[in-house]
């Protein structure tokens, strides 16, 4: 049969695919799988496919199955055995390393991530899919696996648009970046991606910002994005901020309007839609049945959409090895901080000053800003006023009481300490800073604000934030070593922090992330905060509560109450995150009397009525995830409402009745979108495991034990309870180099070894000495045309356990052929790409008709051949009767293509007869 060839010009061996004979045979043939030549440079690669190679110019190869037949012909079983043996582990290992998990990448899929790609990937009622997995669960690079997945998938351009907010557009185009797709940026400040509909890019990043501006007769934004395209790939990033309140969908702002667009016109109509969140319902139920209507318009009822939606917490996470993957967080009672009567005094006025216009909605909102701000700290107060002020026609240079305000707030917002009056004025007049709120218009009686704005800027002289301060700074005293972020919500109080900070721990012990930030600036804060010599605390305001990873500390404040409780989640899920080794700390701090801590001791309260039986441990994760389903319309009425002390009875019964619907809402969104997680069944693995890969290396690479490495991983202890860290033997190698290496993930909790040794590499078979000693195993570099057979004993009681474990059949007890062949994949039409690799294997016995065996069994089979003793003597004719037939039989078999499925390019690995012996 003519199936393999050796080419001296295109390397061997080779399949062939094809025969065309015009007087002169000659052959299309093809290359081992692509994965054998990893680490190879062009030039010392076979060509994968040769066109009409002439056949004098090849060598016909015999296949193992007729070289075992034509035993006795002087065969030297112990040599051939043992190269058919090592041939088989190696091509068995890429072959069944499926999802590349022994390889070392970049980025490495965590099988949470993998997991849901290949459910996305090859699931057809998923082309439109919201995934809203929980904050930190890395959705960013599911979206960019899904999106290389898709691309290896085809050989056309994959066109993809990916919508971000604005802030976020450079993380997500690195992420994307370590997966190896580059996507084109398209935001205010860089330009390099093209929109156009006929010759624009295929692979876009776009700032949402940008998208749905545009100005009456001037630019139009939205009009450039909603008709590029077409798309085949449409991701919208934290979708969330898609806005249609009404019940029937009819009052959608631009972000909503933009993307119904896209989804409706310019998506392909085999095209798939990702939306990703981890906060979905944000408390309103109309806005969310909006956003899932874009995954199909006819929805009626949320649960419709239950198939659509990937909803996974933290706790669910495990590992490759089905251990736990983060840690639990411990989520303190707040923190109350007794201000100076003076303080509260200032609130009471502030109040007062707001209420007359409160009666409207925009009255009350700007009333609720000012309260949260002078909550903050004096400063975001008195900064607050100032606007107000200067907004409202007052002007320094008439008003004593205004420029002193002015004065007190220097620097402000990293101006000169001396800046003058009129400068700072402009300044404050003219900013409009990312981090700001919209501050509504409105009427504000001057003596009083001029009032306000004096006591205000009496506190700040009076240092009157040292109240709160003296709370973080015990926590960093009473945890040396460790680092902490600190979040806060106005510009000056971030500020402020920052500054007091510096005081007493130096200037380099700060980091900050505020809004406006330029690209450089803001990753050098965070890179030196990351650093383990680095800045010791990172202070952030809202706008590093997206897009940043932070797991380096386990600590982090809430210096002030943002009253939308969905701000407090992204927060904390910036330190957990993967990565993270102990359990997270979050505090927050409370004016103690202030509105804020009534409304949420009584929220506290109702909700430990409702659910009992929770854990103490658990019951400020809960209280968490209820808050953030309560409508943040609601709650800010509470917090804003005319009695600024104790809720009245209606106010406490309102609250009651929101606790108990934002818990209702939490526990059917649980039951009904977590339980979906069943049908995200872990990722077949295949049949490999990390014994496998080191096996390989103990035998064929030349490696050394190297003693005395630990890694650290998660451990359950019982159901429910917090991981522990916990340390276990990490197996190590020395190469001939000298280099040490380490396999397998560590979780991403770190690796540890002996007083001066060198940290273990990460290696993989993609390293360059496993590469190799994966070539020389298959016979490339060497005497790789010969592709004999061999014929092995095995121990019976191995065996025969095999046979009683049903791994193999029973008849196979006395011995049986095992036969091993690599079927490559390569696209119809082309042939340009590959598209698949496998490993197909039988066993035969005389007499019996031949078994195709499982990948496990196969595995089961290639382990217990790991130490060959080879047989000195041929075999007898009759056990090996019918061989090269059925070889034959099985290989044409395995040629049959269709043509709009794969071809497969047929090379037979190893034909070894397993005896007891």
């Known amino acids: 049969m003519k199936l393999l060839v050796a080419s001296p010009k295109a390397g061997s061996p080779r399949s062939i695919l094809t025969e065309l004979s015009f007087g002169f045979p000659s052959f299309t043939t093809v290359s081992l799988p692509e994965r054998v030549f990893t680490g190879l440079d062009e030039a010392s690669r076979p060509q994968s496919v040769v066109y009409l190679e002439p056949e004098i110019d090849v060598r016909h190869l015999p296949t193992p199955a007729s070289v075992l037949a034509s035993a006795g012909t002087g065969v030297g079983w112990a040599a051939e055995t043992r190269r058919s043996v090592s041939r088989l582990e190696a091509l068995w290992l890429l072959a069944e390393d499926r999802h590349r998990l022994l390889d070392v990448q970049e980025v490495e899929p965590l099988a949470h991530q993998a997991s849901l790609v290949e459910h996305v990937v090859t699931n057809p009622d998923l082309r439109r899919v919201l995934i809203a997995d929980e904050v930190g669960l890395g959705k960013t690079i599911e979206a960019a696996l899904i999106v290389r997945t898709l691309q290896q998938a085809t050989t056309r351009q994959l066109r993809v648009l990916y919508l971000t907010e604005a802030r976020l557009v450079d993380n997500v185009a690195e992420e994307f970046q370590r997966v190896g797709v580059r996507l084109r940026r398209w935001t205010s400040s860089v330009h390099e991606a093209r929109l156009d509909p006929i010759d624009g890019d295929p692979l876009v990043i776009c700032s949402m910002h940008r998208a749905v501006f545009r100005v009456d007769g001037g630019v139009d934004h939205f009009k450039t994005v909603s008709s590029s395209g077409p798309w085949d790939v449409l991701i919208v990033d934290e979708a969330h901020h898609l806005s249609d309140w009404s019940p029937d969908g009819t009052d959608p702002q631009e972000r909503m309007r933009l993307v119904r667009h896209l989804v409706k016109e310019r998506l392909k109509p085999d095209g798939r839609l990702i939306l990703m969140t981890g906060t979905p319902h944000q408390g309103h139920e109309s806005r969310f049945l909006n956003v899932l209507r874009l995954l199909d318009p006819k929805l009626e009822d949320h649960r419709a959409s239950r198939g659509r939606i990937i909803y996974r917490i933290k706790d669910d996470i495990r590992d490759w090895e089905d251990r736990p993957l983060f840690p639990l967080r411990s989520i303190e009672a707040p923190t109350l901080v007794n201000v100076p009567d003076e303080y509260r005094e200032w609130l009471d006025e502030v109040h007062a000053l707001f209420t007359p216009g409160a009666g409207s909605r925009a009255g009350a909102w700007r009333r609720a800003q000012a309260l949260q701000w002078c909550a903050s700290s004096p400063e975001a107060g008195v900064a607050y006023l100032v606007r107000v002020a200067l907004r409202s026609g007052m002007d320094a240079a008439r008003h004593p009481g205004l420029k002193a305000a002015l004065f007190v707030l220097r620097p402000w917002r990293g101006g000169p300490a001396d800046e003058g009056a009129r400068s700072l004025q402009d300044r404050m007049l003219g900013s409009r800073h990312v981090d700001d709120e919209e501050e509504p218009d409105g009427e504000v009686p001057n003596q009083p604000l001029l009032a306000a704005l004096e006591r205000g800027t009496a506190l700040i002289r009076a240092d009157a934030l040292a109240c709160k301060m003296e709370k973080v700074l015990g926590w960093l005293e009473s945890a040396p070593g460790e680092k902490l972020v600190l979040f806060a919500q106005p510009v000056e109080t971030v500020y402020a922090l920052r500054d007091r900070i510096a005081r007493v721990l130096g200037a380099a012990a700060t980091s900050l992330i505020v809004g406006g930030q330029d690209d450089q600036t803001r990753r050098r804060e965070i890179q030196r905060f990351q650093a383990s010599d680095g800045a010791r605390v990172l202070v952030s305001s809202r706008s590093g509560g997206e897009g940043i990873n932070l797991q380096v500390s386990r600590r982090l404040v809430h210096f002030d109450v943002p009253w939308n409780p969905m701000e407090m989640e992204q927060r904390v899920g910036r330190v957990h995150r993967y990565g993270s080794v102990s359990s997270i700390i979050v505090h927050t701090l409370v004016l103690e009397g202030s509105r804020e801590q009534r409304v949420l001791d009584r929220a506290r309260a109702r909700l430990a009525q409702i659910a009992r039986d929770v854990d103490r441990d658990r019951f400020e994760l809960l209280f968490s995830r209820t808050m953030s389903l309560i409508p943040l319309q609601e709650l800010e009425a509470l917090m804003a409402a005319d009695g600024f002390g104790p809720l009245d009875p209606h106010e406490g019964a309102r609250l009651d009745a929101l606790v108990k619907e934002g818990f209702e809402r939490w526990h ?97 078979l993609n390293d360059p000495a496993i590469a190799a000693a994966v070539r020389r195993a298959v016979g490339l570099g060497g005497d790789g045309e010969v592709l004999g057979g061999g014929s092995c004993l095995v121990q019976p009681s191995r065996l025969g356990e095999l046979v009683s474990s049903g791994v193999i059949p029973a008849d196979f007890r006395s011995g049986f052929v095992f036969l091993a062949y690599v079927v490559r994949e390569l696209e119809a039409g082309t042939l340009a790409r590959e598209v698949g690799t496998s490993l197909r294997c039988w066993g035969f016995r005389p007499g019996i008709a031949e078994v195709a065996l499982t990948p496990r069994q196969a595995a089961a089979l290639v382990r217990l051949l790991r130490e060959p003793r080879p047989r000195k003597n041929a075999p007898a004719t009759g056990e090996l009767a019918g061989l090269e037939a059925l070889d034959e039989r099985l290989i044409a078999s395995m040629r049959l293509g269709q043509p709009a499925r794969p071809v497969p390019a047929v090379f037979p690995v190893a034909a070894i007869l397993i005896e007891p012996g």
């Open 668 to 764: 059917t969104t649980d039951r009904e979108f977590r339980a979906q997680q069943a049908s995200l069944a872990a990722l077949d693995r295949g049949p490999l495991d990390l014994g496998d890969l080191t096996a390989f290396v103990k035998d064929y690479v030349g490696a050394s034990p190297a003693e005395g490495y630990m890694r650290r991983v998660f451990k359950d202890v019982r159901p429910g309870a917090e991981p522990v860290l916990a340390e276990e033997p990490l197996e190590a190698f020395t190469l001939e180099d000298g280099t040490v290496v380490a396999f397998g993930r560590n979780g991403g909790v770190g690796v540890a070894g002996p007083v001066g040794a060198r940290v273990p590499r990460r290696a993989g």
